[in-house]
Structure formats: structure tokens, C-alpha cells
């Protein structure tokens, strides 16, 4: 088992919806929690952070995290076909100086 | 410069060269963390540095593969003998605290 698991996708959501990506991890001690987009050929970019249970919006972005269920997600709202990318969820541990742990990433795809 | 960079951005190699992977963190950013991404996948923890030193190597594949950070900033990834599995994305990433870490452009290594 991955410390860090996304389903890959491809995940397909029509143009305006909701678009909802989901990691869970394996390690309790996890601290922190990232979601980092990354378009075709690109490098990855932070688009959010989020550190204690509840719900952390930004724009058109919410990441959820519930520690109990070891579950982070990310929610898009009014979805863009420039939202098309690779997602990636990363976790950090206790004691580990910020190294991130990533997970393989789940396509989105947003049909016009 | 503003952003993190690395160079070269594609390098070619022959089975059995050695490369040298330069990456060039944002000022003043004490944690540097190199990544190897295989294509489909999520970038996978190589090592990291807090200034000059290094902290944590448990990624790095095998022996032929050395990381320094002697001043602090500018790092660089070595890679001896090159073989054709080592054929990825290798990406450098800086951060100044724990939360969350940006990436370099990455460098496109092809084995042949």
C-alpha cells in the first residue's frame, strides 16, 4: 500500500460543475496536507495548503481534511476547461523537515 | 531570481555518462528537496538539504546517484553510470518553512 493514494482518473466533469478529488494516507502522524496542480510538461505548482480537520477555501478552491479518516480532498467549483490538469495531493511528517509525500495524482479533465 | 531554476532543462545522455542536474533555489530558502517523476506518476522523494546540509538521502536509487549543497544554495544532482531505468523528470523544489515547497521547471533526462 502507498503512504499516499489517489485515484489516478481520468476524471471527467462537464464544464461549470463541481469537481471533487479525493487522497487518502496511510501515516497518522502526517502533519501537513498539499494539493499541487501540474499541467502536461509542467512542473508542480501549490494551490493549497491545509493543516488542521474542517474545511479551507480559496477562490473557486475548498480543501477538506479529516484526520480521524486519514482522508483529504479537494473541491473545484464552477469548474474551467483551463482547470484541466494532474492534481497531486502531498502529505509532510512529524520530524521530517517539510519533505513531501506525493501521491500519483488524478487527471481532471474539463469538457466544454 | 524569482522562482526556483534549474538547468539544463533536457539533457541526452549515453548509457554509462555521468550527468551533473544544477538547481538554483529562491533566496533565502534553507530546505532543498530533489524529486525523480517518471511519467504518470508522482514525483518520488530523492533527498533533501536544510543549508549545506544534507538531512536525508533514503530516496536516492542507488549509489550512483550523490547530491551536494556545499555553500547552501545552488545544489547538485550527480548521476554516475548512467543507465537507461534512470530516464525520468528530476525536479528541485525550495521552501523556507513547512508550508508547502516550490518546484523548478525540471530537467528532462533521457538515457540512451
Redesign the interface.
Known amino acids: 500500500q502507498k503512504e499516499?493514494e489517489?485515484n489516478?482518473g481520468p476524471l471527467s466533469v462537464p464544464e461549470g460543475a463541481i469537481a471533487s478529488l479525493n487522497c487518502t494516507y496511510s501515516d497518522r502522524g502526517s502533519?501537513?496536507f498539499?494539493w499541487y496542480r501540474q499541467y502536461s510538461g509542467?512542473?508542480?505548482?501549490?494551490i493549497m495548503?491545509i493543516y488542521s480537520n474542517g474545511d479551507k477555501e480559496d477562490g473557486r478552491f475548498t480543501a477538506q481534511l479529516n484526520k480521524a479518516s486519514q482522508y483529504v480532498s479537494l473541491l473545484i467549483r464552477d469548474s474551467q476547461p483551463s482547470d484541466s490538469a494532474t492534481y497531486?495531493c502531498?502529505v509532510?511528517r512529524n520530524n521530517?523537515?517539510?519533505?513531501?509525500?506525493?501521491?500519483?495524482?488524478t487527471e481532471l479533465s474539463v469538457k466544454p | 531570481g524569482a522562482g526556483v531554476s534549474q538547468s539544463p532543462r533536457y539533457k541526452v545522455a549515453k548509457r554509462g555518462q555521468d550527468v551533473a542536474l544544477r538547481c538554483d533555489p529562491i533566496s533565502g530558502h534553507v530546505s532543498l528537496f530533489w524529486y525523480q517523476q517518471a511519467l504518470g506518476q508522482g514525483p518520488e522523494f530523492l533527498t533533501y538539504f536544510q543549508n549545506e546540509a544534507q538531512l536525508d538521502k533514503s530516496g536516492l536509487p542507488s549509489d550512483r546517484f550523490f547530491a551536494e549543497r556545499p555553500e547552501g544554495s545552488v545544489s547538485t544532482l550527480k548521476i554516475q553510470r548512467t543507465q537507461q531505468e534512470d530516464s525520468a523528470v528530476y525536479l528541485c523544489a525550495s521552501s523556507s518553512d513547512r508550508h508547502g515547497a516550490f518546484f523548478g521547471q525540471g530537467t528532462r533526462l533521457t538515457v540512451v
Not at chain 1, 42 to 46: G, R, V
Not at chain 1, 96 to 105: A, D, E, R, V
Open positions: 499516499v489517489q489516478s502533519q501537513s498539499f509542467k512542473s508542480p505548482e501549490l495548503s497531486l502531498a509532510t521530517q523537515g517539510g519533505k513531501l509525500i506525493f501521491g500519483q495524482g
